[in-house]
T-cell receptor, first 114, second 115 residues
Framework: AQSVSQHNHHVILSEAASLELGCNYS??????LFWYVQYPGQHLQLLLK??????LVKGIKGFEAEFIKSKFSFNLRKPSVQWSDTAEYFC????????????FGPGTSLSVIP | GAVVSQHPSRVICKSGTSVKIECRSLDFQATTMFWYRQFPKKSLMLMATSNEGSKATYEQGVEKDKFLINHASLTLSTLTVTSAHPEDSSFYIC???????????FGPGTRLTVT
């Protein structure tokens, strides 16, 4: 069965600092990988996804993530965070076969200080 | 893009009553839908997989008699929380895979409060 771990439970950064949130998954087969964001009081939004091809994927709001197959990792990055990036970030994975359930990591709470 | 709706968005009920939550795929058909539960400041925990025309598949530790799932049509799945208790208070979210099957579309969630 798939599982997802995220390195940090809570991250606090100042505005303009660079961000990297770690994500590792365990699954032996082909996977699809996702990062979701949940702003306070709002529902999930997809930041970016990896299905195949270029392991460096770019998403919305200046976020990007790199899939490193050998490390079973899919870390999220942003060069310069803003106060509005304060939110919960969830890494998620599903098996490469279609229509499979998505398993979420425990989440990382990001607080950006103005 | 594909849209998934949930109804109601918020519900408050008394202990011992049952509550039904609907999940609809608005512009696509979904033979499979997924139900998640999210506690405050926690991640989404998969509860069950809803299958159109057959029984739902429940994750380990989820009581199937407590959380009844019915996938009545290709665009509608319902989750009924039976004999609700305060500990059932949570945010319930459904999702459905899009046409390609790889990407999931999430509903906006239903906030259940049991008093």
């Amino acid at each position: 069965a798939q599982s997802v771990s995220q390195h940090n439970h809570h991250v606090i950064l100042s505005e303009a600092a660079s961000l990297e949130l770690g994500c590792n998954y365990s699954y032996g087969g082909t996977v699809n990988l996702f990062w979701y964001v949940q702003y306070p009081g709002q529902h999930l939004q997809l930041l970016l996804k990896y299905f195949s091809g270029d392991p460096l994927v770019k998403g919305i709001k200046g976020f990007e993530a790199e899939f490193i197959k050998s490390k079973f990792s899919f870390n999220l990055r942003k060069p310069s965070v803003q106060w509005s990036d304060t939110a919960e970030y969830f890494c998620a994975v599903n098996a490469g076969t279609s229509y499979d359930k998505v398993i979420f990591g425990p989440g990382t709470s990001l607080s950006v200080i103005p | 893009g594909a849209v998934v709706s949930q109804h109601p968005s918020r519900v408050i009920c008394k202990s011992g009553t049952s509550v039904k939550i609907e999940c609809r795929s608005l512009d696509f058909q979904a033979t499979t839908m997924f139900w998640y539960r999210q506690f405050p400041k926690k991640s989404l925990m998969l509860m069950a997989t809803s299958n159109e025309g057959s029984k739902a598949t429940y994750e380990q530790g989820v009581e199937k008699d407590k959380f009844l799932i019915n996938h009545a049509s290709l665009t509608l799945s319902t989750l009924t929380v039976t004999s609700a208790h305060p500990e059932d208070s949570s945010f319930y979210i459904c999702s459905a895979p899009g046409t390609s099957g790889r990407k999931q579309y999430f509903g906006p969630g239903t906030r259940l409060t049991v008093t």
